[in-house]
């Protein structure tokens, strides 16, 4: 009879887990489906168009990677950029989220589905967000449980920063990179928990995706030599965390060197010298460990102290390796970005260039409720259950957090790389709670097994992340006292069943009426998650009858997420829409229109010249030579077009001749109100052109401590070539020249242009293109000026009334 029931049992537990199982597939599917369909608003309410600036170079490297082939790609020098200069593409770009798209183009037109390389470009941000999806299900399956998993899941799925950077559209390298950031995390965590060399060579090949991805892979390299210290720090080395990270460090840093954009940096760099320094550490420790185990305790203490004296040495000479190689680094072998993380006033202090991208900029308090919404009031709760218990995987993810909050305090863009973890402590929190809650109901209820049944539910989440830890212990410790073990076999169930019943009861198990209204409170958390945004139906035709309105009248009440993803960051930056007081929909599409009259109204091999943050739409859009783009990798050179656009007209004049430029590009936002115009970065133009070209000073061009374009703005400011590209028949369009951004009228109305004259300017006035003046007959100026010499030997008088070469 025994047998008999333990078997149904055994057979109801498999029917059990094999439906769990099935289950928890379908609602991953859903899960990918919810973060690939939020994602689609850009294109539903827009058009399949790539946004923002970054991703049109994606979208043009990609472009030729699919027309010329991978070898041609890794050779290509583009002659269209920062000329005279040119760029090695191949050898200066993160090649990982265009071989992707590229991949998928050729998969699909494989299978005889013809799509266009552009909508590749353009879906490959939501396919990869439902990859995330799964990813982060994996990492958090595996801290605490299926529960937590499936939930950490859906978050992600709808948290608005990992929107904000991958919706259809958005093909940057973030979208890529982010799957790749949890996988790998997902797979170290796997590796150990298992101690498996497969996991440890997959996570190596993970990390090396990453590297080929995005430049944030420094934090991967960081943060788990970080853990593993912790873990050897509090005591609980083991072969399992050894194979973990031992393999990743070998492999993966000579994956990483294969990356072209990367190279020796992943040895030379001080980004990667934790790494080492562990790997270093974590060698000693499982040597001291190894011999341990094979001396007597004399010899050990003999064996430790010439250990640590060769240890000691060979630190010694590798720290004073290192130390030469820092110190013969002007910025101690960091780049740029990364001393911006670890000291946030560096940009602003010696690398302006750094500090005037917004994206570099620290966050506000609000940004955290609009991107993270109420997760971040379930992060604390998170990190509690982490440790209940802590095992090496749940202090994985704390430290995780712990990184991701400080890093996404400095920069607002690392806002997309603290997303995942607060997903993640916000999924076992609420997994933890409803657990708790549950299980104290359950147990309540009448007619329920009480103690047996609670227990089982109880240990699921438990039991299913320790099973191989405590399986190892419990054959270390029959190895060791075999004799004990056996005689003791039978009472430790009797002994382990009493205190888990016991423990149940007095702190697991919960009134069962604060069950029922902490789960009430909780449905009504979501529900402040899933509420918002009750809006009065503006988008409808105002010219719809009352009958219509009537049945269409109300408000719309949105998910937050979806709320942010339809109108926060569905809008593409190419593309501007606004709604009137009346409801009717205004569309401001300048940009697309002056690219277009660049390409149909310019020679091919015409120069173009703007600030760099429009570089890379103009190449990719209009096809034209530029002078500097979003890459900024030449900061000498960014400085002669700041230059420029702070000097006088005719100063201006001489240094685009002398770059060979026949256009200049500047966008205007004071007719149509567009914060976002060359007026607004003209501060960092003035900063980073005189931080190499010494008599641009800053003070010269403010008043009072402020930058002013008014009556009040200074003589140097008001001449600048910037302020007479922007405000060039400005007054024309009101008769008194109001700028709706600075919300002032401007101080110089009337001027006219020397050197340049405008060729072009777009519906809104949003952008403006202007052509360089050829140059005067050179000879003519020179007879002139001969005529005039001779002239003043006869005639002093009309000496002091010629005229003035004005280009010598």
């Not at 991958?166 to 170290?188: K, M």
């Not at 976002?676 to 008043?703: A, C, Q, T």
Request: proline share 4%; with cysteine.
């Amino acid at each position: 009879m025994a047998d008999g029931e333990s078997s149904r049992e055994a057979t109801a537990r498999t029917l059990r887990n094999a439906f769990g199982n099935v289950f928890s597939f379908f609602i991953l599917l859903l899960i990918g489906i919810l973060a690939f369909s939020i994602r689609l608003f850009s294109v539903i309410k827009y058009e399949s168009v790539i946004h923002e600036f970054d991703p049109y170079f994606n979208y043009r490297v990609t472009q030729f990677l699919t027309k010329n082939g991978i070898y041609d790609f890794w050779n290509w020098f583009d002659d269209r950029t920062w000329y005279p200069l040119g760029r090695v593409i191949g050898g200066t770009v993160y090649p990982g989220l265009t071989l992707t798209a590229g991949t998928l183009w050729w998969l699909l037109n494989s299978l005889n589905i013809p799509l266009s390389v552009e909508t590749v470009c353009v879906f490959t941000a939501p396919i990869f967000s439902a990859f995330a999806s799964w990813a982060t299900y994996l990492l958090t399956k595996e801290v605490k449980g299926t529960g937590a998993g499936l939930t950490a899941a859906v978050l992600l799925a709808m948290v608005p920063s990992y929107i904000s950077r991958s919706v259809a559209g958005s093909y940057d390298n973030e979208a890529v990179a982010i799957f790749a950031l949890i996988f790998t995390f997902y797979l170290y965590i796997k590796t150990l928990n298992t101690g498996s060399l497969f996991y440890a060579t997959l996570n190596a090949l993970a990390y090396f995706y990453m590297v080929c991805s995005w430049g944030g892979y420094t934090f991967i390299i960081n943060l788990i030599p970080m853990h593993v210290l912790l873990c050897i720090v509090t005591g609980r080395y083991s072969s399992r965390l050894y194979i973990a990270y031992a393999p990743l460090v070998v492999l993966g840093t000579l994956l990483a060197a294969l990356v072209p954009v990367v190279g020796f940096n992943a040895v030379m760099t001080s980004e990667h010298f934790a790494s080492f320094l562990v790997f270093i550490i974590i060698h000693v420790v499982a040597l001291v460990y190894h011999v341990k185990g094979n001396l007597s305790p004399r010899m050990f203490k003999v064996a430790v102290t010439l250990v640590v004296s060769v240890g000691l040495v060979v630190c010694c000479a590798m720290i004073a390796v290192l130390i030469a190689l820092v110190a013969s680094s002007p910025t101690k072998g960091w780049s740029g970005r990364s001393l911006s993380l670890l000291d946030p006033t560096y940009a602003s202090k010696y690398i302006p260039i750094i500090a005037s991208v917004s994206e570099h900029q620290p966050p506000t308090w609000p940004s955290y409720f609009m991107d993270i919404n109420v997760l971040a009031f379930l992060v604390p709760a998170g990190i509690i259950a982490c440790f209940l218990p802590l095992s090496d995987a749940s202090s994985f993810v704390v430290l995780y957090i712990v990184t991701a909050v400080y890093f996404s305090g400095v920069m607002v863009r690392l806002m997309l790389v603290f997303a995942p973890a607060a997903c993640i402590m916000s999924g076992i929190a609420l997994s933890e709670a409803f657990n708790v809650l549950t299980r104290s109901i359950k147990f309540q209820l009448p007619g329920s097994s009480g103690i047996s049944q609670s227990g089982d539910t109880s240990m699921n989440t438990e039991g299913e992340q320790n099973d191989i830890a405590k399986t190892e212990k419990m054959d270390e410790t029959a190895k060791e006292r075999p004799s004990k073990k056996n005689k003791r076999k039978e009472k430790e169930p009797v002994v382990k069943a009493s205190i888990r019943s016991r423990i149940e009861r007095r702190l697991l198990v919960l009134p069962l009426e604060a069950s029922v209204i902490a789960i009430i409170l909780l449905v009504l958390l979501g529900a402040f998650y899933v509420k918002v945004a009750c809006k009065v139906d503006a988008a409808l035709n105002v010219h719809a009858s009352t009958l219509e309105k009537s049945s269409r009248v109300g408000r719309w009440k949105l998910v937050h997420c979806v709320w942010a993803a339809a109108e926060a960051y569905s809008a593409p930056s190419i593309v501007l829409t606004t709604y009137s007081r009346e409801g009717g929909l205004h569309v401001f599409d300048d940009f697309r229109e002056a690219y277009a009259w660049l390409s149909h109204n310019t020679e091919v091999d015409d120069k173009v010249a703007s600030w760099w943050d429009y570089g890379y739409q103009t190449t990719a859009m209009a096809n034209r030579t530029v002078i500097v783009d979003n890459n900024t990798w030449n900061n000498t050179h960014i400085a002669t077009v700041g230059t420029a656009m702070s000097s006088p007209e005719k100063a201006a004049w001489e240094i685009f001749n002398s770059l060979d430029v026949k256009y200049v590009l500047v966008v205007f936002g004071g007719l149509v109100g567009y914060p976002s115009d060359d007026i607004n970065k003209f501060l960092w133009m003035v900063r980073i052109g005189g931080g190499v070209f010494p008599h641009i000073k800053e003070p010269d061009y403010l008043r009072d401590g402020q930058y002013r374009i008014d009556s009040q703005a200074t003589p140097t400011m008001l001449n600048c070539l910037m302020y007479k590209l922007s405000y060039y028949r400005f007054v024309e369009t009101d008769g008194k020249a109001f700028d709706r951004v600075r919300q002032t009228e401007i101080g110089k109305k009337y001027f006219k242009l020397t050197h340049f004259e405008e060729v072009f300017t777009t519906h809104h006035w949003m952008v403006r293109i202007y052509k360089l003046k050829p140059p005067k007959n050179r000879i003519r100026g020179k007879t002139k000026k001969s005529k005039s010499k001779a002239s003043s030997t006869s005639s002093p008088k009309r000496s002091g009334t010629g005229k003035r070469n004005p280009w010598h």
